[in-house]
């Protein structure tokens, strides 16, 4: 099974600042790559996704940037806020559309 | 609110119960997956339903059983769990399942423990 490498495994953010977290996958087959946020007590929510057709994608404060070359994607949180605590997972589909292969998942704080 | 509904939240039971977590969606997804997750980990595929049929097992002990009874609703049995299958059990949905660039829709979950 295609592997995706995620780090940090936490991060520590003050408030207004940028959280960074990045992700590395095996398979060029992959084609599709969503970020999920979850907070305790409540199932991954999907924050933001994007194809590697292209090289950025930008909601709000969220960004994904991709690296298909290197095989990286990461997530960009600008002007960070405590709301923002919690933990996230990037994926990336099994060929078959199937399966999602996770990342280990970064636990963010930021602090006020 | 998550348009993937989980029953019940919390559940308590005896290694010697039988116990059902129910799941639903009406979003028209004809693919929902049950996943489990421990504390600190990523959600772990136990089970798809692809149009009400099982296509994917992951090799899940029969202790668990899932049932599609129509494209809106999703069942899992328990019977007779071990104390390591303590966890939150995730339903999700996603349009197709061989479809791509279709992003998963997760439930809240049933935190689920064992005694």
């Known amino acids: 099974q295609q592997q995706v490498k995620q780090s940090p495994q936490s991060l520590i953010v003050q408030k207004g600042g940028i959280s960074i977290i990045n992700c590395a996958y095996e398979?060029?087959?992959?084609?599709?790559f969503p970020w999920y946020q979850q907070f305790p007590g409540k199932g991954p929510a999907l924050l933001i996704a994007?194809?590697?057709?292209?090289s950025e994608k930008k909601e709000g404060r969220f960004t994904i940037s991709f690296n298909k070359s290197a095989k990286q994607f990461s997530l960009h949180i600008m002007d960070s806020q405590p709301g923002d605590s919690a933990t996230y997972f990037c994926?990336?589909?099994?060929?078959?559309?199937?399966?999602?292969?996770f990342g280990e998942g970064t636990q963010l704080t930021v602090n006020p | 609110d998550t348009e993937v509904t989980q029953t019940p939240k919390h559940l308590v039971m005896g290694m010697t119960n039988k116990k059902s977590l129910k799941c639903e969606q009406h979003?028209?997804?004809?693919?929902m997956y049950w996943y489990k997750q421990k504390a600190k980990k990523p959600p772990e595929l136990m089970f798809v339903?692809?149009?009400?049929?099982?296509?994917i097992n992951e090799s899940v002990p029969s202790r668990f059983s899932p049932e599609c009874p129509n494209s809106s609703l999703l069942n899992l049995h328990l019977h007779a769990l071990q104390p390591e299958d303590s966890a939150l059990y995730l339903c999700?949905?996603?349009?197709?399942?061989?479809?791509?660039?279709?992003?998963?829709?997760f439930g809240d979950g049933t935190r689920l423990s064992i005694l």
């Open positions: 999700a949905s996603s349009h197709r399942v061989a479809a791509r660039n279709q992003p998963q829709h």
């Open positions: 398979n060029t087959a992959f084609d599709y």
């Open positions: 339903y692809s149009y009400e049929k099982l296509s």
């Open positions: 994007i194809r590697p057709d292209v």
């Open positions: 994926a990336a589909p099994q060929t078959s559309g199937s399966r999602l292969t």
């Open positions: 979003m028209g997804h004809r693919a």
